[in-house]
């Protein structure tokens, strides 16, 4: 089955370039587009696409309140990647924290783009790992719902190593060879990391760890 994608942005030529790049590839099908985050819910509810590409910056609803809702009213939401222009805009960092899974520069090669949009389906690696660390220490404050989540979640120390790497952005391949277990392993203490948290994904966790103050962003 293909990776299926909702792109969403108010510059009819940045949506082309998108899909021109996309539905160059087997394995993924462009299936809508919008021109403003509040057409979203109701293209989510209809095409049901595994991923959405949306602009953060758009005249009606900007991406960041679009990821709110789409996250509030949908069941079993699509992945969630901003679309940006630069990527140490606080909008992109807001919109991380709000719960989107990652962002895609506008700018972006070609074969970056189909990597960041086969990678959010996935959802197994952090997307820029680095970008996020500058937009964390950058934009993040020691938030006290994040603390409290950590605190609540009681890791093990075998998880709390797993959580410390992800925010590196290692993947599960990747961390299971630095620990020398199984990659199953490592996917169950993902898992574990995540209901722990109360985090969607692998981006809302290590949001929590930078804010937390549990790994520092820097």
Request: aromatic share 4%; net charge negative.
């Amino acid at each position: 089955m293909p990776v299926t994608v909702l792109l969403v942005d108010d510059e009819p030529l940045v949506r082309a370039g998108l899909r021109a790049v996309l539905e160059a590839q087997p394995d993924i099908e462009v299936v809508g587009e919008a021109a403003d985050g509040a057409a979203v819910i109701p293209l989510v509810r209809q095409l049901r696409p595994d991923v959405v590409a949306m602009d953060v910056r758009m005249p009606l609803m900007d991406g960041i309140e679009a990821t709110r809702a789409v996250l509030r009213t949908v069941p079993e939401p699509p992945r969630i990647l901003v679309v940006t222009t630069f990527e140490d805009d606080e909008y992109v960092y807001e919109a991380l924290r709000a719960g989107a899974d990652g962002f895609l520069l506008k700018r972006a090669r070609p074969a970056e783009i189909v990597h960041a949009v086969r990678l959010a389906a996935e959802g197994e690696s952090l997307l820029f790992p680095a970008s996020v660390r500058r937009l964390a220490a950058r934009y993040g404050d020691a938030d006290r719902p994040a603390r409290a989540a950590l605190e609540r979640a009681r890791l093990t120390e075998r998880e709390a190593e797993v959580l410390r790497l992800m925010a590196r952005g290692l993947s599960n391949a990747e961390i299971a060879a630095r620990l020398f277990v199984g990659a199953e392993t490592v996917k169950s203490h993902v898992s574990a990391v995540l209901a722990k948290l109360g985090a969607r994904d692998r981006t809302q966790a290590v949001i929590t760890a930078y804010e937390s103050g549990f790994v520092e962003p820097g």
